[in-house]
Each structure stands twice: as C-alpha cells, then as structure tokens.
C-alpha cells in the first residue's frame, strides 16, 4: 500500500447514500435493520444460519447448527446435500430447468459477433451428469482430487460442477499458471487426473494449456489421466493410455447421474494460495457451510433476484475464489443467470467489457480496482459510448480500491446510479466479510464498510485488544463463520500457526485495517510477506525461490512496489554468482524465469542487480528498506540493526537511477 493512498484514504470525507430508486427494491433497505440483524446472527448464530440454510436443498437435515472448537469448525453436523444438486437439479425441479443458468461469451470476434453459448438449468444438468459419468468411467470416486486447469469455457463450469456432483474435490489452477505451479499442487494434492484444454484464448493468441499439463507430467509422476477439451485447435500431443479427449470421454456416456449425498462436512474443493513461506497452501473448503455463506451473500451483496430480468457478471477466472465462489456457487443457488466471459478486457478493443454489458444487459457488474484503473487510463469514451443503463449495481474485490478510481467507476461506469459494494474477503474465508448491504450501507469511496451478518470483525493490537477508532491495527475475525477454511490440505501446523496463533482465540487474516469515526472499515494492506499484484496474492518467498532457482542468482529480496495500473508491482533485489554481469538481457531472462516457474503474473517489474542486501547482523533482510527504496522515498525508520552501513548508500543510489 502506498503512503500516498494511505493519506488520501484518511482524508476522505465524502459519503453515499444508497440510492432511492435502488434502496426500493433491495433486500436490505435501512442501516437500523442491519445493524439489528447483524447483532442477531452474532448473538444467535445457530438460529441464524439455521433459517439460511433452510432456503436450500437438503437430503438429511443437520442435527446441529454449529459445533465450534477453535479453530476447527463445524457447521451443519450430519446434514447431508449436495452442491451441485443445489446449483443445478434444484432449479429444473423445481420447474425452471429452461431458464439461463450460464451465458458464456468466447473472445474472438467474428464477422457475425462473438460466439454466445447458454446453458440453462436443464443443459447444466445433462452435461454435468453426463462428464461426471465420465469421470466415474476414468475411475474417479468420491474424495478423489481432481486437478483443473483450464481456459474460461463452459466445459470449465461443468468440469466443477461434475466434480461437485460425485463428491471429488477439485482443485482448480489458474490457466495462467506454469507446468511447475501445476506439478507442485497436483503432488501436494495427490491428485491423479488432469481436465485441460488444448489450448486458451488471450487476446487473439493461443496459451498452450495441454503441452504446459505434458510438461507438468515429466515434473511429477501422480498423473495417470489427462481429459483435454478441443477449444483453439492448436496442435497438441495425445499419449496413449494417459490422455483421452473430453468428446470421446462422453461420448455415448448416459446423461443421468444422481447427486452424491455429501455430509455437510465433506470436501467440496482445494484451492492453493500464497502465504507468506514459499509453497502455496491447498486451501479446504467443505461442502454444507460454504454453500449457505456464498449463496446468501452473494443474494444481499448483490441484490440477486431470480426472475426480474436480472444478468450477473463477475469478470473473474473460476481459477480464483472469486470465480468459485461468485461465478459458479454462490450464484446459481440464487438463480439468476451468470455471465462468463472468456476473453481480456481490451481484446479485440478496450470497450470490450462495456460492450459485453451493453448487448448482454448486465444488470449486476462486479470486476477488481486493477480492472478500473486501466479503463480510467484507455479514457470514458470506451466507456461513455455504450448504453449501460441495464446496470443496477458495482461491486469491486481483490485490493483496496483508491477513491479517485471508486468515483470514476460511479459516475463514469455506474451513471451515479448504481451503489458500489467493496467487499473485503479471502480464499480463506470462502465468501465476502466485509461489505455494504447495497440498499442500506451508506458508502464512503476506498472503504469496505461493515461485517455481513455472523462476522464478528474487529480491529486489534497485538493483545487482540480493540484498538479506539481511527487507529491502525490488525484485522481479526473472532467467532467463527459458516464458509471458513477448514485447514490447509496436509498441514495442520501451518494452519494454526498462520491463523489462529498471531491473536489469541481469534481469526488472523494477514491484514492491517483501520476503523473511521462511523465505524466502518478501512483495509491498509498485507501485513505479513505477502503482496497484493493486480488483486493476485503472491507470497514474496515464493517469487524470490523462483529467482534463486536460476544459476547465476545467489541471492534475491522481492517487495511490492507502489504500481500504478496493478497497485502493487513487483520489485526484486538479485545479487548475482562470482563473475556474472548484470546486464538488460540478464534481466529480461530473469524475468522469463520467474514466469515459467510460477505465471507470468509473478514476473517482477522491476529487478535491481546489487551487490549486497541490506541485512541485520542476524542475517535478516531488511525488506523495509527495500520497501522504501523501490518506492523511491526516503529510508525511515530503524536502521541501527544494519550489519553493513555502507550499503544504506548504495540503495540510495537506486533511488536515482
Ligand atoms: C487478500 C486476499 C477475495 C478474492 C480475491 C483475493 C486483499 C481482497 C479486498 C478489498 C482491500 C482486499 C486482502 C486479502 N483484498 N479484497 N475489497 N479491499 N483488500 O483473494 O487472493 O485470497 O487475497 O486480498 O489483502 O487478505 P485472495
């Protein structure tokens, strides 16, 4: 976070009422009412999420709501459902199975537009069964990981979904992941059978999903199946006995597969994410309290109302949370269509979002600041030309969002008229924390306001004692939630030291926050080693083994960077090996590296040869330092514990190359 953001943000002033026209036909419609209710789910948990949890299919009811021993969660003990069940064959049982579930629109534009695909309810429910039979004939059984690493094609919807259907966790890898991301998380996950593509759209060029998944194959020997959708017809190798192609794997295969019941409990995926070590950490989420959390948030953050005409966007990959949680689980449940794009935001021009709103009629449009800040720069025009008046409400995820851009996507994107709701939450929480109710939380641009109900959100010092308001502290979470995580696949020790041990008692989520004088909540960036690059978590360990990986790096420090368009970018400090030069070619080299070991969205910025980092005589590296040479501002703070003072000069060379 930069210091520049941090004082616009403590002077801000300005604060939005919901408005009239929207507030009228909103769930939540008064600040009183929530506050009511909000105090109610803290006080009474159980009858709460109880109620909410009523609204959705079960095939054995829960003997109890919750059974909390810190930090192990359970919600909906003994209960049995299914997600996929209540995504999918709810709706068409319940007669509306000709209703759009999925409208998917491809990235090429053609002569005759782009390609549209729609799945209704119906659709998603023979192909679902169908591929699930699939991968039942693959020998895929319940509790089986499933790795998916794929394009944003409607096969990727029903790939997860399957899974969800016969009670195999997936663990979704962002398409933009390296072979070496992939063999890591298919290892860790021990999981046998890869979905793939050929390939994936971006930006009129073919990333090659399936020769990345050959090369995963010679980094790990777990994968005995690979199913590989034909999408951009590039040349890929087929081996035989591993790979087969998804057409051939339905082919002929029976279109009706009942939902596995699942105990509440069961889980439902893994999702690995970054931490502040350098080995990415397989979220789990299970299937019970997941489904009630993401399917009530997301109808009061988003105002979800089936049947009134409304379309949803969230621009996110299903590779994220986000796209699992507000593309797919969250969202079908509440029975509005949702829209997914496969392709970038200025492909094949820059108005290309506005344009998907505008022939699609979005009504509901949620995307991250990153996305913001780049059509702010590509100019309203883009924007401005296109009838956007279908929109009804904006939502924004992933960073903190600065108010200069938060007004621009208001007045510019939203017309004024629609309320923007900023939600703070993690991989690990499953759904959103913190946001406004639409109809009722008055916004103030750059904050995320207050807790949904259940969450018990504070900010505290070090002794989990509340700091007084407009204070600087720790962001805790101190009473369970119905979508938290229930662990870190195969490490228990990680799980409690990295968020239950930092503050007594409590959920520690990595964040510093502050609250104003109306309470509501300001996030002020990771406080651990983890940076925030484009609303993309990476852990700054993880970027510097990729570096020190290569051979003629022996020593790396990685720091975020104040970034324009991405927040935070990536700035590295490489010493190299005895006689290597530094040099651009160098660098560029480094970068490529770094992108085939982990994605390109790790590829630092900016790299910064030096001969020494600057350490404490412990050894540590004062990345504090580097925090402020990379923002090009003065060194502050403690400098005493310097081993070598000579190099505070050097890095202050830095400053003004
Ligand atoms: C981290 C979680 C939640 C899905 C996308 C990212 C930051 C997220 C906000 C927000 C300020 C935010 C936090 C958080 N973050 N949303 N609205 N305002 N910061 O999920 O990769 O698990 O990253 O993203 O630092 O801890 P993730």
């Not at 793939?196 to 010679?218: F, H, I, M, Q, Y």
């Not at 502050?514 to 925030?532: K, L, Q, Y």
């Amino acid at each position: 976070m930069s210091d520049t953001h941090i004082t616009s943000v403590l002077n801000e002033a300005r604060v939005f009422a919901p408005q009239p026209e929207f507030r009228a036909q909103a769930y939540w419609q008064d600040l009183d009412a929530y506050r009511a209710e909000h105090e109610r789910s803290l006080q009474d948990p159980e009858g709460f999420w109880g109620e909410v949890a009523k609204e959705l299919s079960w095939f054995e009811p829960w003997g109890k709501v919750l059974e909390w021993n810190l930090p192990d969660a359970k919600w909906f003990v003994g209960g049995k459902t299914n997600l996929c069940f209540n995504c999918v064959d709810r709706q068409v049982e319940s007669g509306h199975g000709d209703q759009l579930a999925i409208l998917w629109e491809g990235e090429a534009v053609g002569p005759d537009g782009p390609e549209v695909r729609r799945l209704s309810y119906a659709d998603l429910q023979a192909e679902t069964s169908r591929f699930a039979n699939a991968l039942k004939a693959q020998g895929v059984k319940k509790g089986d990981v499933v790795t998916i690493y794929m394009g944003m094609v409607p096969e990727l919807a029903i790939a997860v979904l399957a899974c969800a259907r016969i009670g195999a966790p997936h663990s979704v890898v962002f398409g933009g992941f390296s072979s070496h991301a992939i063999a890591d998380r298919v290892d860790d996950a021990d999981s046998k059978v890869v979905i793939t593509c050929d390939g994936s759209w971006r930006r009129g060029k073919v990333v090659p999903l399936k020769a990345n998944v050959d090369a995963a194959c010679e980094l790990t020997s777990k994968i005995e199946t690979v199913i590989v959708v034909e999408r951009c017809g590039n040349e890929v190798a087929m081996r035989e006995g591993r790979d087969l192609w998804w057409r051939d794997a339905v082919q002929g295969v029976d279109a009706e597969c009942p939902c596995e019941p699942m105990d509440a409990e069961d889980m439902l995926f893994l999702l690995y994410t970054s931490g502040s070590t350098g080995k990415p950490k397989g979220i789990v989420h299970t299937t019970g309290g997941y489904m009630v959390y993401t399917y009530l948030t997301s109808k009061y953050t988003f105002n979800l109302k089936p049947d009134t005409g409304q379309v949803y966007w969230c621009t996110a990959d299903v590779g994220w949370i986000t796209g699992h949680s507000y593309i797919l689980y969250g969202i079908l449940p509440n029975r509005v269509p949702s829209l997914m794009f496969e392709g970038a935001p200025n492909f094949p021009e820059v108005d290309r979002f506005w344009d998907i709103c505008e022939r699609h009629k979005v009504t509901q449009f949620y995307t991250a600041p990153t996305a913001i800040r780049a059509f702010m720069k590509w100019g309203d025009e883009a924007v401005t030309k296109h009838d956007l008046s279908s929109l009804q409400l904006l939502g924004t995820v992933g960073e903190p969002i600065n108010p200069e851009a938060w007004m621009w996507y208001r007045e510019v994107v939203g017309g004024s008229r629609c309320p923007i709701v900023d939600t703070w939450w993690q991989t690990e929480t499953g759904g959103h924390m913190l946001t406004p109710l639409p109809g009722a939380t008055p916004t103030v641009p750059g904050s995320c306001t207050l807790p949904f109900f259940g969450i018990d959100a504070a900010v505290v010092d070090e002794s989990g004692n509340e700091v007084p308001l407009n204070r600087g502290g720790l962001l805790a979470i101190r009473k369970p939630w119905p979508s938290m995580l229930r662990g870190i696949h195969g490490d228990r020790e990680r799980f409690v030291q990295t968020y239950f041990s930092r503050l007594e008692g409590m959920y520690f989520p990595g964040d510093g926050a502050r609250r104003d004088a109306h309470g509501n909540f300001w996030i002020m960036g990771r406080v651990d080693d983890v940076i925030n690059v484009a609303g993309h978590r990476l852990g700054t360990m993880e970027v510097e083994s990729a570096l020190v990986s290569h051979p003629q790096v022996v020593e790396a420090a990685v720091v975020g960077m104040p970034h324009e368009i991405k927040g935070t970018g990536i700035a590295a400090f490489v010493t190299l090996g005895p006689g290597v030069a530094a040099s651009p070619e160098l660098s560029a080299t480094l970068q490529a590296h770094v992108g085939e070991e982990i994605g390109a969205i790790a590829k630092p910025d900016l790299i910064q040869f030096t001969d020494h980092l600057p350490k404490t005589r412990s050894g540590k590296i004062m990345r504090r330092l580097l925090r402020d040479v990379a923002a090009k501002r003065a060194i502050t703070g403690d400098v005493t514990t310097l081993e070598d003072f000579s190099v505070l000069e050097t890095l202050q060379k830095y400053q003004e190359d």
